[in-house]
Structure formats: C-alpha cells, structure tokens
C-alpha cells in the first residue's frame, strides 16, 4: 500500500505561484510514476503533469506555467505553479502508481482570484 499526502493549496490571486509538495509513505519502493491531477467543480478530474519512467507530460493549458519536479524512487512529487489564472481553481491530487496500481491523495484546494 501506498500513502500519499499532498500540501501547498490555498488562495492566492491571479498572477500569483504556489508550490505543491506530494510526499508518499509505505511501499515506496516501486513507484515507477508520479503526477498531479486536478479536479474544478462540476468538472471531471483532469491531468497536470505527470513524471514517468524520465520522462515529464503536461496538460495543454498549464505548459509553460507549470513544472512538476520530485524523485518517483523517493517518493516525492511537487508541482511549482506561477502565472496562475482563476481557470486553475481545483482541487488538486497527487497520483502515484506502484505495480500497475494507482494510489491517490486526498487533495489539496488552490483557489485563485481574479
């Protein structure tokens, strides 16, 4: 099993940057992918940017704001967010996947302003 705790959420205005820090526990040996998802209200939950097997993907709309850094073999994943538009309000969930299993976090909430 994989334990998965996200922080870093919170309000912040448009224009402004957030860090989130992602940080499992548990099995942690394995994990061969980590990445941030998001989910806005009435919205389906939606990819950021994921970490897997060397490589980094992004979702269309936060390429060039966005970038997920960590250590998949450590267990530690952070999405650093700048130029932040109110269209980026979510809940946002760290994702690991361990064995072909994927493990979720219950999120952390950024709110932007506008």
């Known amino acids: 099993q994989v334990q998965l705790v996200e922080s870093g959420g919170g309000l912040v205005q448009a224009g402004g940057s957030l860090r989130l820090s992602c940080a499992a526990s548990?099995?942690?040996?394995?994990?061969?992918?980590m990445g941030w998802y998001r989910q806005a209200p009435g919205e389906q939950r939606e990819l950021v940017a994921i970490?897997?097997?060397?490589?980094?993907d992004y979702a269309d709309s936060v390429k060039g704001r966005f970038t997920i850094s960590g250590d998949n073999a450590k267990g530690t994943v952070y999405l650093q967010m700048n130029s932040l538009k109110p269209e980026d309000t979510a809940v946002y969930y760290c994702k690991a996947t361990r064995l072909l299993m994927d493990y979720w976090g219950k999120g952390t909430l950024v709110t932007v302003s506008s």
């Open positions: 548990g099995s942690v040996f394995g994990i061969n992918a």
């Open positions: 970490r897997s097997g060397g490589r980094t």
